[in-house]
């Protein structure tokens, strides 16, 4: 539900997302979002304290977007989050943005491999929902 509140918001600020991409680092970000200017942030999504302590990869996703932000329900304590990246309160319904994420501009080489990434994604969820017996290519 974290999600779907989450992909709202980045829709009526004019981004394009994509829930569960992999990325070439083999971490998997819960939220893809790309904007109309090509800026790609990350959000991780924690449901719990308990979610969020015990995993610390989000430390990896700064090297595929330009802003990572944390989203949470009004029931995880916002003041457990990281100071250093941005912070989404989300329900079903809808999102606002706490904080704001500060921006690390990803180099053009790293920003083309995760745009051709997000696109493929979606090209291929797209074929899958018009023709879902094709398979997966390779």
Do not use: N
Not at 17 to 26: A, F, R
Not at 30 to 56: C, W
Not at 99 to 121: C, D, I, N, S, W
Request: glycine share 8%; with cysteine.
């Amino acid at each position: 539900m974290v999600a779907r509140g989450v992909r709202r918001l980045l829709r009526q600020q004019g981004f394009s997302s994509l829930p569960e991409v992999g990325l070439m680092s083999g971490r998997r970000a819960d939220i893809l979002a790309m904007g109309p200017d090509g800026t790609l942030h990350i959000v991780e999504i924690k449901s719990s304290v308990a979610d969020f302590r015990a995993d610390q990869k989000w430390r990896d996703y700064r090297a595929h977007c330009d802003r990572l932000y944390f989203a949470i329900p009004g029931t995880v304590p916002q003041d457990i989050m990281p100071e250093d990246a941005g912070l989404i309160i989300a329900d079903a319904y809808g999102a606002a943005i706490i904080r704001e994420a500060p921006v690390h501009r990803l180099a053009p080489a790293t920003r083309r491999v995760v745009l051709l990434r997000f696109a493929h994604v979606a090209a291929g969820r797209l074929h899958a929902l018009w023709d879902p017996s094709a398979g997966t290519p390779g």
